[in-house]
């Protein structure tokens, strides 16, 4: 067992061989200008400013043999799985499916729909499509996860509240011990990554523990 002392609320104990890292949704078009987080009238720069960070976690994870997961939000071109409640919510200036600089806004297959280079997937890694927030609904997830074995689940990506703390209230009911690192993950809104991790690590880690990338990578070489 690994063993990460000082993860909040208290330590978290892993099976390095049965742990794997799921990286959320580092796609163009919610980092970059342009793309569907712009659209929202949200500030995309904050999301790129933890590029360095995953770019690094992953390192650490690739090092230690994980299975690593990396998922998208998408929709399939005739847009099928995307509900008009999804489409239609609030005001953005282009809508999911309408063209925009990067292509059509989160639809599969389109450059904006893409993991930013830097982290993406290396061959051999997993790459999840989801029509939701939560990558369990509607995908494999469950099904990867148990032909590998994997108990324990470490999170990182964006947004820190919307698809990634979906995923990890998703990945907590199905019974994994899910751990989210702190500065490999972010959100369009500060005060809205602090409440999350708040969230996640209180009454006793109801949902789970948060770490650092620093960390995670003292207790992988202890
Ligand atoms: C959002 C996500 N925020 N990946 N998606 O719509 O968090």
Wanted: hydrophobic fraction near 45%.
């Amino acid at each position: 067992m690994a063993v990460i002392a000082d993860a909040l609320p208290f330590a978290y104990e892993f099976p390095v061989a049965k742990t794997a890292l799921i990286v959320i949704d580092m796609q163009r078009d919610f980092l970059e200008p342009g793309g569907f987080g712009e659209t929202l009238g949200n500030d995309v720069g904050r999301l790129a400013r933890i590029i360095p960070g995953v770019v690094s976690l992953l390192r650490v994870a690739r090092a230690a043999g994980m299975p690593i997961i990396h998922t998208r939000e998408n929709h399939a071109p005739d847009l099928s799985d995307c509900p008009p409640a999804k489409r239609n919510r609030g005001n953005p200036s282009l809508r999911i499916g309408d063209p925009g600089p990067m292509g059509r806004i989160l639809v599969r297959g389109e450059p904006g729909a893409d993991i930013v280079e830097s982290v993406a997937a290396l061959p051999g890694e997993i790459v999840l499509d989801k029509p939701g927030k939560g990558a369990f609904y509607a995908t494999d997830l469950q099904n990867i996860l148990q032909s590998l074995g994997i108990t324990h689940l470490l999170f990182a990506g964006v947004t820190t509240e919307v698809c990634v703390q979906t995923t990890i209230r998703e990945a907590n009911d199905r019974g994994y011990e899910c751990l989210l690192i702190e500065d490999a993950t972010e959100s369009y809104f500060a005060s809205f990554k602090s409440a999350t991790l708040d969230m996640i690590r209180a009454q006793g880690g109801i949902v789970g523990w948060t770490a650092t990338i620093d960390a995670l990578s003292r207790a992988l070489h202890t």
